[in-house]
């Protein structure tokens, strides 16, 4: 068999040339960190203005007890997995990622967990549950947040009272209006309102295995209660105010038990007709 010696040396030579060039690209490309020095640390916390715990301090302080913090250290020992690892352990942050530039800068972004309700249960325990359903623990953190109180277990908090603070998250309304849950023994469910000096029961939360068909019914149950109670504030509370009664019970679907302030006579306000007027919902007996 006849080898074509030439032709082949020069395939080869193309080759090793090829090769050669990608290699001084990558070369060029990569930067060397073996003298350079950190020279700025840019620190990105995401909803650091909402209702978020952590900021841009809190982040250095964790890196500078770690002794990880990269400010005037060498771009080549900056150890960016042991910093985001680090920080991933904080109870607060969700996720961190770390990178370099070229021009000397270490980047740093946290996204963290949003606490969405306190819980100060009757048992003593005192602790946060964040967006996604799970607990954090309290510490020295101040945030202006939904309440939660009573008979509640962490279960019960998880699975129940955050569908509840979710719901109200995500109405305007009742965001600004609600400042307080309570959970009664018997699992009533009450609302304690920025304005008016009343308490408002719901009724007990509709209770299914299914964690589906338990965000689902607890939210229509919801959308129901509080649409009744926004109509009776619209033509009950604005015509006779806001301060007569201290206890407002609308868990039963036919009527509206009020009790009145200073030991007066409880009213009992019915909606027996699904079809009437809404302001039938203003008058008393």
Not at 59 to 79: A, C, F, H, W
Not at 146 to 171: F, K, M, P
Request: glycine share 6%; net charge negative; aromatic share 8%.
């Amino acid at each position: 068999m006849y080898i074509n010696w030439k032709k082949t040396i020069i395939v080869t030579l193309d080759l090793v040339l090829v090769a050669y060039i990608a290699l001084a690209v990558t070369s060029f490309n990569k930067p060397d960190h073996s003298s350079q020095v950190c020279k700025k640390v840019s620190i990105r916390v995401a909803d650091a203005d909402s209702s978020g715990f952590l900021s841009a301090g809190e982040i250095k302080r964790i890196l500078v007890n770690k002794n990880l913090y990269p400010d005037g250290k060498s771009m080549e020992q900056t150890d960016l997995r042991k910093m985001e690892n680090t920080l991933k352990e904080h109870m607060l942050i969700k996720d961190a990622e770390c990178y370099k530039t070229q021009d000397g800068l270490v980047g740093i972004t946290v996204s963290q967990k949003l606490p969405m309700l306190r819980v100060k249960a009757d048992n003593g325990e005192d602790y946060y549950i964040d967006d996604e359903g799970n607990i954090m623990s309290n510490g020295s953190y101040a945030s202006d947040l939904l309440v939660a109180t009573g008979n509640i277990s962490n279960w019960y908090a998880q699975n129940y009272i955050q569908v509840v603070a979710r719901w109200i998250s995500q109405h305007e309304l009742w965001r600004n209006q609600i400042v307080q849950l309570n959970v009664l023994p018997d699992k009533s469910l009450e609302i304690v309102p920025r304005i008016g000096g009343h308490i408002v029961c719901l009724g007990q939360l509709p209770e299914r295995s299914n964690k589906v068909r338990r965000e689902r019914d607890i939210n229509q149950f919801l959308d129901t209660k509080l649409t009744r109670l926004d109509k009776f504030y619209l033509y009950g509370l604005n015509e006779i105010g806001w301060n007569k009664y201290s206890y407002i019970d609308i868990e039963f679907d036919n009527q509206i038990i009020c009790k009145k302030n200073k030991n007066g006579k409880d009213d009992d306000i019915r909606d027996e007709s699904p079809d009437n007027d809404d302001k039938t919902l203003a008058s008393t007996h």
